[in-house]
C-alpha cells in the first residue's frame, strides 16, 4: 500500500525541521545583540567623521591655550631668576676669568686625548697648592717668587685656576662661525682628596645642570665638564636655528610657540597659495 504526501503534510514537514533548527537566544547571545541594534539608526560615516574631527580641533585649541599659558609664565620666571643677582654673578666671573688669562704665563691648547682625567687631576693639584701657599704667606707671590700660570683651551672650553681652590670653566658658543655668549662654571673642593662640587653658575636655570653634578662630577669630573659644554651649544644652536626660522620664513608663520631651552617648538603655518616653478 502506498501513501501520498499531502500538501498540508509537506508544510507541517517542514514547520517541524525549522524548529529543529532554530537558534536559542541562550546558546547564541549575537542573536540578542543584533536585534537590539537592528531597530537603531545610525549617522552616515561622513557626519561622524566631521564630529570626531570637531572634538580634536577642540582638544587641540584647549591644548595650545594651555601650552601657551605656560609659555608666558616660564617667560616670567626667567626674567625674574635673571635679574640683578645673575647678572652681578656674571660680570663678577667674567672680571675673574679675565684676570686670570691676563696673569697667565703660558695658554696650553689640548688636543684630543691631550684633555684627560690626568691633566684634570693636575690642575685640582696647581689650584690646592697654591691656595696653600697664600694661606701660609699671605701673598703666594713673596714665598715663592714668580710663580706660573697655565691655562688650558680644548673645544669651546677655557679651563683657568681661580684663586680659593677653585677651578673656572669658561664656555663660548656660537651658531654658524660666530660666537654667541659665554657661560661659566666653578669648582670647588675643600682637598685634593675630596670630590668637587659646583659653587656658581652662569647657566641658564631651565638646563638641567644640578642633575648633571649629580650623575657625573664626583665620579667622572672631565665628562660632567664636557656634557655641560654640550648641553650650552646644544641649547644655543636650537635657539638660533628657531631665530634663523622667524627672520626667514616670519611671513608665513602664524604662530610660533617654544619652551625655554627650545627642546619643544610648536608652529602653525598661515593659509598660502604654494606656487610651484
Excluded at 8 to 21: F, H, P, T, W
Excluded at 73 to 101: C, G, P, Q, T, Y
Aim: glycine share 6%; hydrophobic share 35%; aromatic share 10%.
Amino acid at each position: 500500500m502506498r501513501f501520498v504526501e499531502t500538501e498540508s503534510d509537506a508544510e507541517e514537514s517542514m514547520r517541524k525541521r525549522l524548529r529543529s533548527n532554530s537558534f536559542h537566544s541562550a546558546d547564541y547571545p549575537s542573536r540578542n545583540k543584533f536585534e537590539q541594534y537592528a531597530g537603531r539608526t545610525y549617522a552616515p560615516m561622513g557626519e561622524m567623521n566631521f564630529m570626531q574631527q570637531q572634538d580634536d580641533d577642540s582638544r587641540l585649541d584647549i591644548t595650545r591655550a594651555k601650552f601657551g599659558s605656560l609659555l608666558k609664565r616660564h617667560e616670567n620666571l626667567a626674567d625674574r631668576l635673571s635679574r640683578d643677582s645673575d647678572k652681578v654673578i656674571f660680570e663678577r666671573l667674567i672680571k675673574e676669568f679675565e684676570a686670570a688669562r691676563a696673569s697667565q704665563t703660558q695658554e696650553i691648547y689640548l688636543d684630543g686625548e691631550q684633555w684627560n682625567d690626568g691633566l684634570l687631576a693636575t690642575v685640582r693639584e696647581q689650584v690646592h697648592m697654591e691656595a696653600e701657599r697664600k694661606a701660609l704667606s699671605g701673598d703666594a707671590d713673596v714665598l715663592t717668587g714668580h710663580q706660573e700660570k697655565v691655562t688650558y683651551k680644548t673645544g669651546n672650553k677655557i679651563i683657568c685656576c681661580l684663586e680659593g681652590a677653585r677651578i673656572g670653566i669658561q664656555y663660548e658658543t656660537s651658531f654658524a662661525g660666530e660666537i654667541c655668549e659665554f657661560y661659566h662654571c666653578v669648582l670647588e673642593s675643600k682637598s685634593f682628596l675630596e670630590k668637587m662640587t659646583v659653587l656658581e653658575h652662569t647657566v641658564p636655570f631651565f638646563l638641567p645642570i644640578r642633575e648633571t653634578e649629580n650623575d657625573l662630577l664626583s665620579s667622572n669630573a672631565m665628562k660632567f665638564i664636557d656634557h655641560v659644554g654640550d648641553l650650552l651649544q646644544a641649547y644655543v644652536d636650537r635657539r638660533e636655528q628657531v631665530r634663523l626660522i622667524k627672520e626667514l620664513y616670519g611671513n608665513q608663520i602664524g604662530e610660533l610657540y617654544h619652551s625655554l631651552p627650545y627642546h619643544m617648538i610648536e608652529f602653525v603655518l598661515d593659509d598660502f597659495d604654494w606656487l610651484v616653478g
